[in-house]
């Protein structure tokens, strides 16, 4: 294994093995740390946790466990993932986990670059973009766990780290490799650069420019750049893995309360049948995830959709009823709950919106590993697991209006 990877929640982990895997790498994404050696065709081995909401220290545990992993499998660059929207409160864990990773691997020069112009994420003098609205008024002032209410990274970041913040701005980045790389070379003690992007180009002159660097951070984007560097060394073998779907229905479990996936649902709710879970019902055990599934089980339609995802007014009318942190963990259990009855009722095809709600799906169905298939669009890959199900993870804000109907398509084919 080439490049090791610890991505914070499963649809990013998914979304840079999606990133990885078109640049050429043999890519296996991990659910949680592996308890055994990697295969030894992997060259980028990507641990997912479910770490993006907890407590500084404890997602310091949990990645360095699986920096170590990666680490035994021989890996000599390592990359934390995190939300191409930069998400964490004041208090989140990104600086403390960065700090932990750096100072294990002896790192002093560490980027920091989110941005992922395919998804209209850049980053331009330190302030985090998503199109042309600055971070936090793009919708994402309103995540119900997470709420960026910031969009100058440099500033967000320094709430949670007391290592020294700096900047490499686009005037730096657009003259090249060696100027971005001189500036990380001048570093005397542990520097963390918040870094501009706002084209493909300019994060393959980061990747470029990180060749050396031991360990670096950012969203899935930056991982554009970073198979070119194996490729020089003649590391990595380019032939693609062979991707067949299967046949049968799919179900869409959506969680997320993002702008995007609103208007996918939205869009799906018109050809499709679809169920809403009510959080009261839901709440007060009055609905059953075994009642949605024997609702699924009765539709002719082969793509039913199962959702929570609402308004951010109705979720916080919800979360003010419920509290935010129940209300979260009970739905996410019963989305999880739903996918194991799905799985056991014979269903292979599951497609997860938002990326707590995926990651409480995978780790109900116990999944250990993922293979990558195809894109379905920008940041989200068509998945195989260990286990023979076929799944999509999205993160919340990407896909297409269509993105339900085509992802189950490409999951058939």
Not at 174 to 203: H, I, M, N, P
Not at 255 to 262: E, K, Q, Y
Request: glycine share 10%; aromatic share 8%; with cysteine.
């Amino acid at each position: 294994m080439l490049l090791g990877c610890i991505g914070d929640d499963f649809t990013g982990s998914s979304d840079l093995a999606n990133t990885l895997a078109k640049g050429g790498m043999r890519v296996t994404q991990y659910c949680g740390v592996p308890t055994g050696p990697a295969d030894k065709e992997v060259d980028a081995g990507i641990v997912a946790l479910k770490s993006r909401a907890l407590p500084a220290s404890e997602a310091i545990a949990q990645s360095l466990e699986a920096l170590k992993w990666l680490k035994d499998q021989g890996c000599t660059q390592f990359f934390f993932k995190y939300c191409s929207t930069f998400d964490s409160t004041e208090l989140g864990n990104i600086g403390p986990v960065s700090d932990a990773i750096a100072d294990y691997l002896g790192a002093r020069a560490v980027i920091f670059c989110p941005a992922f112009p395919g998804t209209g994420r850049t980053v331009f003098q330190g302030h985090l973009f998503v199109n042309d609205r600055l971070l936090h008024e793009s919708g994402m002032q309103n995540h119900p766990i997470n709420p960026m209410t910031d969009a100058d990274i440099r500033r967000w970041l320094r709430h949670q780290t007391a290592t020294m913040v700096e900047h490499i701005p686009f005037s730096t980045v657009s003259k090249g490799v060696e100027y971005v790389r001189r500036q990380l070379e001048q570093v005397k003690q542990k520097t963390f650069f918040v870094v501009d992007a706002v084209s493909d180009r300019d994060l393959h002159v980061l990747g470029q420019a990180c060749a050396q660097e031991v360990f670096i951070t950012g969203g899935s984007g930056i991982g554009l750049g970073l198979p070119d560097n194996f490729r020089k060394q003649g590391a990595i073998d380019e032939t693609p893995a062979p991707w067949q779907g299967i046949e049968g229905k799919s179900v869409m479990l959506s969680g997320s309360c993002s702008i995007a996936t609103l208007e996918q649902v939205e869009f799906h709710k018109k050809s499709h049948a679809f169920f809403e879970l009510d959080p009261k019902l839901v709440m007060d055990n009055t609905l059953s995830p075994s009642d949605v599934v024997q609702w699924v089980l009765e539709q002719d339609d082969d793509m039913p959709l199962i959702y929570s995802s609402a308004e951010a007014g109705d979720v916080r009318q919800s979360q003010d009823i419920h509290g935010v942190a129940p209300l979260s963990e009970t739905l996410e259990n019963f989305f999880g709950e739903c996918a194991k009855l799905l799985c056991d009722a014979g269903i292979t095809k599951v497609i997860v919106a938002g990326g707590e709600t995926s990651g409480a799906v995978v780790t109900a169905l116990g999944i250990k590993s993922f293979s990558i298939g195809p894109e379905i669009d920008p940041g989200v890959p068509a998945l195989k697991t260990n286990t023979g199900l076929f799944m999509a993870l999205k993160s919340g804000n990407f896909g297409a209006p269509n993105f339900f109907e085509k992802s189950s398509r490409l999951l058939t084919s």
